[in-house]
């Protein structure tokens, strides 16, 4: 017999924003419609922060900067701030499509504080691909353990504050048309602070201890015929990454993880896109804690405690119809499941987690949306405010 919830329901305000979002899309969509062509007080306040309608490389890299509201069950209700960057290596060809940079900050009711980056640079004719990404928080947080039923009873709960910091990048070359190898370093260290239950936490008897140092290296492979990779309208794109953990390498542990993703996107009208998410992350050995495979995030599973749901492996699947309104303007609808498990072929058993959401879309930049999700799980939900789509 599956064992029954044991999350409290949240706060009504959490409900507010959604309710918030909701709103927010349909007072923005009724202006546009109206006069698409015309710039609306939103286009002339976003054009101020670096919003346009057209790329300006005239100077090296276009900016533009923009803050927003968020809430989502980890960090309660905060406020982050997006920078996007579009530019052109001095060696890309004309047809080459533009790379990015990303720059994103919050601060949080509960006291979270972090900061991250995104990169994904293009050179020459797209033979070959530098892509980095990384950041540092500083965020009150809770641990339930490890496996689904520590994660449905509310009694293990206990709250930490973590204090990470990542890096990743890698380097990707063109094989065949369409289709990239390449290697990286994977590097995160997360400290666990501030135990509420001090030495009788599930962390501090946890064998990887409370101060965790994972160091790797990365093989990668892609096939990617999307035409854009920030906002895809068409193509598909597979990819995995296997990484390898040593202590040789100064790893305080010896593991391996392997992470695959099959995206696949479909035009249904000349700005209406259908896309296909299926995600997976494996782990072996003496996989650390911080390490884990986990549910819940701004693209995947959204709604949901990132941690709360953790174990050596995990499977999710998403589906989203995104909608062009008019203008810089769209809404998505999504359905999704998920599920972890101690093994692949536990998987199959497994308790599957249900996930959908509503979201406002915002044409920040052309082709670069800024997004404001609104996603829901059982008995939890969040609202997210990111750059660029959520897959």
């Not at 009873?153 to 070359?173: C, G, H, S, V």
């Not at 094989?175 to 390449?182: F, K, L, M, R, S």
């Not at 995990?314 to 810089?328: M, N, P, T």
Request: hydrophobic share 40%; glycine share 10%.
């Amino acid at each position: 017999m599956r064992a029954p919830c044991c999350l409290p329901p949240c706060p009504a305000w959490p409900q507010a924003l959604a309710g918030l979002l909701l709103g927010t899309v349909l007072a923005l969509c009724a202006p546009a419609a109206r006069a698409e062509e015309d710039a609306s007080w939103i286009d002339r306040l976003l054009n101020r922060l670096g919003a346009s309608k057209e790329v300006d490389l005239s100077h090296g890299i276009d900016w533009g900067v923009l803050p927003g509201p968020f809430f989502n069950p980890e960090m309660g209700l905060g406020i982050g701030m997006a920078a996007v960057g579009l530019y052109k290596p001095s060696n890309a060809l004309t047809g080459t499509q533009i790379s990015t940079l990303n720059v994103r900050g919050f601060a949080t009711t509960t006291g979270a504080v972090g900061i991250g980056f995104d990169n994904t640079t293009f050179f020459t004719d797209d033979s070959y691909r530098f892509a980095v990404t990384g950041g540092l928080v500083n965020m009150p947080t809770s641990y339930w353990g490890v496996g689904y039923d520590r994660a449905i009873n509310d009694a293990n709960k206990e709250r930490y504050t973590k204090r990470e910091i990542f890096l990743q990048p890698k380097m990707l070359w063109r094989v065949h048309p369409n289709t990239y190898v390449g290697a990286g370093v994977n590097l995160q260290y997360d400290d666990a602070a501030k135990l509420a239950r001090g030495s009788a936490s599930a962390l501090a008897t946890d064998p990887s201890g409370t101060h965790v140092f994972s160091s790797g290296v990365s093989a990668h492979f892609s096939y990617d015929t999307r035409d854009f990779l920030p906002n895809p309208y068409s193509g598909q794109a597979l990819m995995a990454n296997a990484t390898l953990f040593r202590r040789a390498l100064g790893s305080d542990n010896d593991f391996e993880t392997l992470e695959w993703s099959y995206d696949s996107y479909h035009r249904m009208r000349e700005r209406d896109v259908l896309a296909f998410d299926i995600y997976g992350r494996f782990g072996w050995g003496n996989v650390p804690w911080n390490m884990l495979s986990q549910l819940g995030d701004n693209r995947r599973m959204r709604g949901y405690f990132l941690g709360q749901y953790r174990d050596k492996d995990s499977l999710s699947a998403q589906v989203e119809y995104r909608l062009h309104i008019a203008g810089r303007q769209g809404m998505v609808f999504w359905a999704g499941t998920g599920a972890i498990a101690p093994s692949v072929g536990k998987l199959t058993s497994a308790h599957w987690l249900p996930n959908a959401g509503i979201g406002y879309r915002f044409e920040f930049k052309p082709r670069v949306n800024v997004r404001l999700d609104a996603g829901f799980g059982r008995q939890t939900r969040g609202v997210y405010f990111q750059i660029n789509e959520a897959f």
